[in-house]
């Protein structure tokens, strides 16, 4: 059986806490953007469509 990489596992934690921490200082700072590669990030919902073509 293969053993746990613990240096790995802490380094994801500190990564995941850190992107908390970011996310959480943006959000108090008013800015509703994100930084590119952050997870959780939704992406933008498209428009309702009506179902109706509009002629060219």
């Known amino acids: 059986m293969a ?3 613990y240096a790995f596992e802490k380094r ?3 990564l ?3 992107a908390k921490k ?6 108090k700072a008013g800015t509703a ?3 590119e590669g952050t ?3 939704e ?3 498209p428009a309702p469509t009506t179902g109706e ?4």
Do not use: F
């Open 3 to 5: 053993k746990p990489n």
């Open 53 to 56: 073509k509009t002629a060219p």
């Open 43 to 45: 992406p933008a919902a």
């Open 39 to 41: 997870e959780g990030a």
């Open 33 to 35: 953007e994100t930084p």
């Open 22 to 27: 970011e996310e959480k200082r943006q959000r």
């Open 12 to 14: 994801q934690r500190d």
């Open 16 to 18: 995941a806490k850190k």
